[in-house]
């Protein structure tokens, strides 16, 4: 309620960071009575949406725009994903998952500030941009279109060929690559002060590099969704389990 009251005053939209995105999960409808998971599920598509207090005050918002932020170790994937896989909540987050992670070394080096004066010009200027509901929405250049059709169908034909996993991930690229190419050449703008005319191909094709990334990403991730319910068992139970047929009566057991 408190996030819906903060993005009607702020129609650009809002950003939530979270440190341990388990906390995220977990806390989920354990203040209110409502289905907080569905309304999280409905911010990803933007659009409408609204929500009433039980003082009947009703808080609408006509073009939602939340995005989510933060961190989790890959033991804790199994119950961030748990109950969340068949509604599709769990594939509308993007993975950054290394390959090997490896921890930072110490960077012998003067500080720059000029690097932080840059992005913080980069940043000011994107900020500085008038905002208006009414504003035109930017089309695709040629270009960018002709990428975006390609990829699209290439796309098409492997989740006619992979598993239904792999489908539920991929589709939910089919919206980010355009927000990730939009994202790239606001930046292009940010730098340069450049107006934005229409999509560029340039935007396109990054964002195809970012898309196939968090889809490797994404499958690796979902290799630690897996959840076995003998883990919980103490070693007695597990023994028990173990001797245990496959067929057996309730006095048996």
Not at 121 to 147: C, F, G, V
Not at 151 to 173: H, P, Q, V
Not at 224 to 250: A, C, E, G, H, W
Request: aromatic letters at 10%; a positive charge; one cysteine or more.
């Amino acid at each position: 309620e408190a996030l819906m009251q903060q993005h009607a005053a702020n129609p650009r939209g809002m950003l939530v960071v979270q440190d341990e995105l388990l906390n995220f999960t977990r806390n989920m409808g354990r203040y209110s009575s409502g289905n907080d998971e569905m309304i999280w599920t409905k911010l990803f598509s933007g659009g409408s949406i609204q929500t009433t207090r039980k003082n009947k005050r009703q808080t609408k918002l006509k073009d939602a725009c939340v995005s989510i932020c933060g961190t989790i170790q890959p033991s804790s994937l199994k119950e961030f994903s748990k109950g969340k896989t068949e509604n599709g909540f769990v594939d509308r987050w993007l993975f950054a998952y290394p390959k090997t992670p490896v921890a930072p070394t110490f960077k012998y080096g003067r500080p720059m500030p000029e690097l932080r004066e840059s992005w913080k010009a980069i940043i000011n200027r994107l900020l500085d941009l008038e905002y208006s509901e009414k504003n035109t929405p930017k089309m695709m250049s040629d270009e960018a279109m002709k990428l975006y059709g390609d990829w699209f169908n290439k796309l098409a034909k492997k989740k006619d060929l992979e598993g239904s996993i792999y489908r539920m991930a991929a589709t939910k690229m089919e919206k980010y690559i355009v927000r990730l190419a939009i994202v790239l050449d606001a930046m292009r703008y940010g730098c340069d002060g450049k107006p934005i005319i229409e999509l560029s191909g340039w935007a396109m094709e990054g964002a195809l590099k970012l898309v196939d990334y968090y889809l490797i990403c994404g499958m690796k991730a979902r290799e630690n969704f897996k959840y076995d319910p003998l883990t919980k068992l103490s070693i007695l139970q597990k023994r028990i389990y173990k001797r245990i047929p496959v067929t057996f009566t309730t006095g048996e057991g």
